[in-house]
């Protein structure tokens, strides 16, 4: 089993910044990569960005240039800074957590953390 405690969620006006942290706690053996989502009221919940333990990086076209995700393997985090923030990234954002082992793939989530962006 893996924990989690997300912060840095909250309101900001177009065009700000908030800086989004996930630490992972418990079965943490055999992470192999850490991410974001997001889901906007009455939509699908949808990647936004990603980090291997390697530190391959991949984010969705709608965030390219505006967010960053970042990693510390020792401590177990993944964070994301997002600037430039526009209404359409109002969402819950949830840490993702794969691990790889044995018996295979198996994703684990955090309890979300809302975003609202609003003037």
């Known amino acids: 089993q893996v924990q989690f405690v997300e912060s840095g969620g909250g309101l900001v006006q177009p065009g700000g910044s908030l800086r989004l942290s996930c630490a992972a706690s418990?079965?943490?053996?055999?992470?192999?990569?850490m991410a974001w989502y997001r889901q906007a009221p009455g939509k699908q919940r949808e990647p936004v960005a990603a980090i291997t333990n390697s530190g391959a990086t991949s984010y969705a076209d709608s965030v390219k240039g505006r967010f960053t995700i970042s990693r510390d393997n020792a401590k177990n985090t993944v964070s994301l800074q997002m600037n430039s923030l526009k209404p359409e990234d109002t969402a819950v954002y949830y840490c993702?957590?794969?691990?790889?082992?044995?018996?295979?793939?198996?994703?684990?989530w955090g309890q979300g953390t809302q975003v609202t962006v609003s003037s």
């Open positions: 993702n957590v794969r691990k790889i082992d044995w018996a295979g793939a198996t994703d684990y």
């Open positions: 418990g079965s943490i053996r055999s992470i192999v990569a």
